[in-house]
């Protein structure tokens, strides 16, 4: 397994078990299989809803001594309706009450986007408060102050673009991570190139292309990356599975990937792509197949009236 190490030697494994579209009553036994299969990287998040069913799983988990909390890299995320700074601690305490944890070792901002406190999804333009009224960087600093009270362990972004994280420069920790959305369709080489540069380590979501995504987020003519021909022949050369090539491709480039599966076979496929290497032919014929692609298009944000768009949301 490849590792992130950060500044103060924590080190995180780059492939990781997605629980984004994990159903309840599913994701529980996913993470236990997980954890039997080697999977030492979990990414959660408030708006999944399914947080509370994980920490049963994991507490279940160290009480049995099969893992212990020290070994496990848990991310989780603040939703966008958590922004105004008093808010920030409620929300990463009750993440904790959920998973069972006293600490986080990822905390991430979810969106750049600010939902007024009692809107969870959104139907209207009246849902959104601006980010001249909730700025990102008072949800910052409050980010800031959590991870110093040691509620997490690092902080980061997710969906950032590069300009909207440099604005944290005067930031007492700058972002140590940014999550996005990332594959051979998306690969967003400038955005991993900037985080390179400055000390953000990028992780890709959706790296096998959601085909589970919500309907709200597809259309008729998605491509679907698994399925795709240059991608299917990599894998048939080298004896994997299309999935195997396309983490193998993320983990390859520096970056780590998150896939989200609750199929315990799938699973174990997922993990063994951390063993994988792709040689410089395969890595570049990968590399041609970007298309500024988006599954996940932000479109959801830009309701009549919201003052959100998304040239600005990616610019
Ligand atoms: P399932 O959970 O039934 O395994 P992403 O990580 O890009 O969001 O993609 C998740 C989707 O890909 C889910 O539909 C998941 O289904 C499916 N999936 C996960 N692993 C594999 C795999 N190895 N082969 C094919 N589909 C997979």
Known sequence: MRYHEFKNGD???????????????????????????????????????????????????FKEGTVERDDLWITSKLWCNRHERGDVELA?????????????????????????????????????????????????SAMEDVCE??????????????????????????????????????????LVDYGSENGVFTTAYSPLGS????????????????????IRKIAERLGATPAQVLLAWALGRGTSAIPKSVNPGRMAENFAAASLELDAAAMGEINALDRARRYVTGTFWELPGSGYTVEELWS
């Not at 078990?17 to 959660?44: M, N, S």
Request: proline share 5%; aromatic share 8%.
């Open 211 to 230: 085909k589970d995504r919500p309907e709200g987020m597809r259309s008729g003519d998605d491509p679907v990356l698994l399925e795709d021909e240059t």
């Open 149 to 190: 009270r040691g509620l997490t362990r690092h902080i980061g972004v997710s969906n950032y673009s590069a300009s909207k994280i440099a604005a944290h420069a005067d930031a007492r920790i700058f972002p140590e991570v940014n999550q996005v959305e990332m594959h051979p369709y998306l690969s967003q080489q400038g």
């Open 92 to 140: 990463i305490e009750e993440t904790l009450g959920h998973l069972q944890c006293e600490y986080l070792d990822l905390y991430l901002v979810h969106w750049p986007v600010a939902l007024k406190h009692e809107v969870k999804s959104v139907s209207s333009g009246e849902d959104f408060l601006s980010l001249d009224e909730v700025p990102l960087s008072e949800t910052w």
């Open 11 to 61: 080190r995180m494994p780059a492939l990781g078990l997605g629980t984004w579209k994990a159903a309840p009553g599913e994701v529980g036994q996913a993470i236990e299989e997980a954890v039997r299969i080697g999977y030492r990287h979990f990414d959660c998040a408030s708006i999944y809803g399914n947080e509370a069913e994980i920490g049963d799983t994991l507490q279940r988990l």
